[in-house]
């Protein structure tokens, strides 16, 4: 029979052991070796049975085993210590709080999934693993952060495999109090509700649970609570599952409840309030119109005066280049959730449907998309690495229309990793005794003096512990597959830890092209079966639950790697989680990516191999397009020009073989004398030193909070000062701009200067500008000058401020005078654009006024 009903029963501890529910309860343990050590001196055995677990591991004890250690003096001065830790990293000022006193009060957080740890299952992918990442990072830097996200009662999905290899997706069911959380109480008790109002006079009500990241809190909201009706008890129930009505409620569970679970945990907890909201993807955009209701109905101001003082302090990351990534819902679903009192009355549904509106050429104006009401909402938006800024600023380019893609106000800033979560022990250990600089945030050319034997000596102890997890899980994947155990006698011989071991490990969606190393079947069974220079590959990943496209690929590989000749060489590895990753990126020396160029946004995972010592055989894409320089790994060639899929997939896999059968096995396995590959750790250890500081996840944090959240506070607090008197002067002086703006016009525009100048003089430019309705203080009129190319366009161009001189009628006269700095081709012309104190940037209205026609010396050539 089974129960109706799952429910965790927590240990009571003896009193002097109370301390281990404090450890337990805040997940730095998570990444902190010496709290892990004291969990696992509990009971090692049962440690390694639960996965290293610690809610687990005390909730299953033996209660004699818990008196002994209630009666261990050397135990309790081991959890004392631990406890003093805790509560030194949690109190004691951190980076943040000497970086100056300009940066916001506190920052919220919003992504809808956190990969924290294993031990809570609440994420999927890339996204996710990012997230938990950022608040880890924020907790050792002391930056203010609030996390806010979702909790699902089912996660993601479990994968496993069936006999003929299709992914199988199972759903356990999650308690939350089997979880390192509590449950956010209001000062009598009662647990703390947050409320959204649906169509129809329904409700969606939500719990909050409460994770404490190290110093900082991640709020998570629970729709499965009592007063709530079946279906919006099922609104939490699975990470990305369900059909559009359901994402959609999630995504507004996400942002509008998020908001006011934000509001209801700083009342309480006396939590400083966020004055700079970060919206990690799409998903959460919806915070946005909750801040807009908050402002009018808390200061009285209209929908755009709102709309100033929101965007000043809102952050928006997009994290994707691939532009099915995105979430687009139909028009009229938008407006049933939002119209009349649902949701949001204080809210015009008719400016929440133009906030997500598909307004460049190629739109499609029947759906409400998600990244773009998070620009539209956010005054300052980023891609996560340098390549990715630019897809993006050419895939929203049309949003800031009459401007060229380079000054689309979307940066970049590059993810990182969090190094104590990723870097295997052995690894941190051995930065400690040989460059302890390192673990001070600086001195990493200390690299180069680490003894090569040592570095070779901990990579084969993390590739032998890949070997034996691999061997274990692969077994437990068998037999779950319904092989017996007399058939598996093989798997004791499967992958070698004195082998060259490569790693592929991601999501599975066609773009990353998980079986593009089967190509050519042949030539990779003659990489895996080299009599000399062996290759074993290890391969993870889940194909999202409708992805049959996906399901296949995952298939293809598994088939393959179930054939008797290959199959101790190549080892598809089901349930890709947290702690299958930390092995695999630790284990492997090679860290393969072949996505099509140029959708993979950033690419984290090759980032913490390369911390561990392992090197990058990748697709010039996300993060590896930045920062390869030929001596840190290797450069798979990309045919991204070309419009035949099939042939380019032909050409790259080609180039993988190669360069893994004629450089990358030739250097590992060229020994010298005392059996050491110099060469190949003369490049791990370069590949240290000048990756080490540019991957971790401080270097991130601290661009976001110089970048992006400290000038956002900025922009924030001068809306919000006297009463918002900044977001009414800027909302009325937009409104002005905009209603004027088909009045300006470049009229004329001529220069004074020979035809043919030399390099170093100066060229007069003169313009008259018709400003119509304005006033010369509301625009900014600049000549944009520089190096063109054959098609007259001005390539990475300088810009100039002109000068008015006066005029009647609306029309000014203005000049300036050019520097002529360099020799060839050059051109000009002048531009206007909207100026105002408050606005991020000339490109935030989108709006420009141009001459008619190119004028000028466009194409002259400098002497």
Known sequence: MKAIRRLTVRTVLPEPLRGLEELVLNLRWSWHHETLDLFRSVDPGLWESVQQDPVRLLGEVDPARLAALAEDRRFLRRLDAALDDLHDYLTSPRWYQSAGADGPAAIAYFSPEYGITAALPQYSGGLGILAGDHLKTASDLGVPIIGVGLLYRHGYFSQSLSPDGWQLEHYPAIDPNGLPLTLVREDDGAPVRVSIALPEGRVLNAQVWLARVGRVPL????????????????????????????????????????????????????????????????????????????????????????????????????????????????RELIGKYFGGSAALGEVPVDRVLSLGEETYPDGDRTVFNMAVMGMRLGQRVNGVSRLHGEVSREMFGGLWGGFDTDEVPIGSITNGVHAETWVAREIMDLAAREVPSIMEGHGWNGVLDVPESEIWRVRRILRERLVLDARRRLRASWKQRGASEAELA?????????????????????????????????????????????????????????DEGGKRLIQDIVRFADSEDVRHRIVFLPD?????????????????????????????????????????LSIRDGWWDEWYDGQNGWAIPSADGLSDPDRRDQLEAAALYELISDHVAVMFYDRDGAGLPRRWLEMVKHTLATLGPKVLATRMLR??????????????????????????????????????????????????GEESPHVGERLTVRAVVNLGDLKPEDVLVE???????????????????????????????????????????????????????????????GLVALPPAPVGMTNGDLR
């Open 219 to 330: 709020l998570l909201l629970d729709s499965d609570v009592e007063d709530n009706d079946p279906a919006a008890r099922d609104v939490t129930d699975r990470l990305y599952g369900g059909g559009t009505e359901h994402r959609l409620l999630q995504e507004m569970l996400l942002g509008i409840g998020g908001v006011r679970a934000i509001r209801a945990y700083c009342r309480i907890s006396g939590h400083p309030a966020p004055e700079v909201f970060h919206t990690n993807e799409g998903h959460a955009g919806f915070l946005g119109l909750e801040r807009i209701r908050e402002m009018i109905a808390d200061h009285g101001l209209s929908f755009d005066e709102a709309l100033e003082a929101v965007r000043a302090g809102t952050v928006f990351t997009t994290h994707t280049p691939v532009p099915a990534g995105i979430d687009r819902f139909p």
């Open 703 to 752: 661009d976001y909070v110089r970048e992006l959240y400290t000038p956002a506070a900025r922009s924030a607090r001068a809306m919000a000062a006297d009463g918002y008197a900044g977001a009414r002067e800027l909302a009325a002086w937009k409104h002005r701009v905009i209603k004027a703006w088909p009045g300006v016009a470049v009229d004329h525009v001529e220069s004074a």
């Open 783 to 845: 000549a944009v000058y520089g190096r063109v190319d054959a098609s007259d366009s001005i390539v990475s161009p300088s810009h100039l401020e002109l000068t008015g001189e006066g005029g009647e009628n609306g029309r000014i006269r203005y000049t300036g005078e050019i520097p002529l700095d360099r020799t060839g081709p050059f051109g000009y012309s002048v531009r206007v654009v909207p100026r105002h104190r408050l606005l991020a940037g000339p490109a935030e209205l």
């Open 490 to 546: 093989w798997i004791d011989e499967a992958l070698d830890p004195d082998v060259l071991t490569i790693g592929f490990a991601r999501r599975v969606p066609s773009y990353k092209r998980l079986t593009l190393m089967l190509r050519d079947p042949d030539r990779l069974r003659a990489l895996l079966l080299d009599p000399e220079r062996p290759v074993q590959i290890v391969i993870a990943g889940k194909a999202h639950p409708a």
């Open 576 to 616: 890709y989680d947290m702690a299958l990753a930390q092995v695999m990126v630790a284990g492997c020396d090679v860290w393969m990516n072949n996505p099509l160029r140029p959708l993979e946004a950033c690419g984290t995972s090759g980032m913490k191999a390369a911390l561990n010592g392992g090197l990058n």
